[in-house]
Nanobody, 125 residues
Framework: QVQLVESGGGLEQAGGSLRLSCVVS????????MGWFRQAPGKERAFVAA????????RYADSVKDRFTISRDNAKNTAYLQMNSLKPEDTADYYC??????????????????WGQGTQVTVSS
């Protein structure tokens, strides 16, 4: 059974930084994509970033490009989302999820099957 556990959320001022972590357990191979999504109150879950676990190639939402960095540590089975230059509009619950390692890194959350419980990020102005 695949399990994902996020951590690292919290309250930060605008312009500050936070690093989210997602520990993966129960995966038997590295042929998948790890994605980060976020959901603000009253809004749909939205793609933030993703990384191919085996090759390390990445994809970002335009809204976070050049501010957020996704990475992974294979030895620790952990994915990270480094968030810099935070803005109040980054406030949301953040989730990690595993998805298919196809020709294209998918941004639709419907393609992702295993999800963590989420971690809350609040950015004050």
């Amino acid at each position: 059974q695949v399990q994902l556990v996020e951590s690292g959320g919290g309250l930060e001022q605008a312009g500050g930084s936070l690093r989210l972590s997602c520990v993966v357990s129960g995966r038997t191979n590295s042929n998948y994509v790890m994605g980060w999504f976020r959901q603000a109150p009253g809004k749909e879950r939205a793609f933030v970033a993703a990384i191919r676990w085996s090759r390390g190639s990445t994809r970002y939402a335009d809204s976070v490009k050049d501010r957020f960095t996704i990475s992974r540590d294979n030895a620790k089975n952990t994915a990270y989302l480094q968030m810099n230059s935070l803005k109040p509009e980054d406030t949301a619950d953040y989730y990690c999820a595993t998805g298919p390692n196809g020709l294209v890194i998918m941004t639709n959350p419907d393609f992702y099957d295993n999800w963590g419980q989420g971690t809350q990020v609040t950015v004050s102005s």
